[in-house]
C-alpha cells in the first residue's frame, strides 16, 4: 500500500499489513519493523506514543525565527498566530544527519527493519533527506 498522506485510519491499515510480517509460522516473533515519519503525518500524539513512531520535525521560518514543528511551535499555535504571519511562513527540512540519528537509534534498539513514511516529493523535499 501507498499512501501519500497519514491519518488515523491508513495508520491502522498499515499496521495490520505489517503486523502480518512480524510474526513466522510458529507465532514467534522474527522480525522488529519500526516506523519513522515526519511532521505532516498529524497522527495523534497518543497513536505515536503507544507505537513508537519517531516523528522528524520540520522546520517552520516565521518573521526571521525557525521553528521545530510540534516541539516549539505547535499546529494550535500556529493557527493561533497565523492571521499575523506576515511574510507567509515558510518550511524547511531538517539535514540527513537528523535522519541518520533516527534511523542509528533505532537500530540500536533493535529494530531490524525500519519503515520510513514521509510528505510527498512533489510537495517536500523531505523524502530525498530521508533516503539519503
Request: aromatic share 10%; glycine share 4%.
Amino acid at each position: 500500500m501507498l499512501y501519500s498522506y497519514w491519518n488515523e485510519q491508513t495508520f491502522h491499515e498499515l499496521k495490520n499489513c505489517l503486523l502480518y510480517r512480524f510474526y513466522n509460522l510458529e507465532g514467534k516473533r522474527y522480525m522488529t519493523i519500526r516506523i519513522v515519519t515526519d511532521s505532516t503525518c498529524d497522527l495523534p500524539r497518543e497513536i505515536v506514543e503507544e507505537n513508537g513512531i519517531k516523528v522528524v520535525p520540520l522546520y517552520i521560518h516565521i518573521n526571521g525565527k525557525n521553528y521545530l514543528d510540534e516541539i516549539d511551535l505547535t499546529r494550535h499555535e500556529y493557527y493561533e498566530r497565523l492571521p499575523s504571519i506576515h511574510p507567509p511562513a515558510t518550511t524547511a527540512i531538517p539535514g540527513t544527519d537528523v535522519f541518520k540519528k533516527v534511523y542509528d537509534s533505532l537500530a540500536e534498539e533493535g529494530a531490524t527493519e525500519i519503515l520510513s513514511i514521509h510528505i510527498s516529493h512533489k510537495l517536500s523535499g523531505m523524502v530525498n533527506v530521508a533516503e539519503a
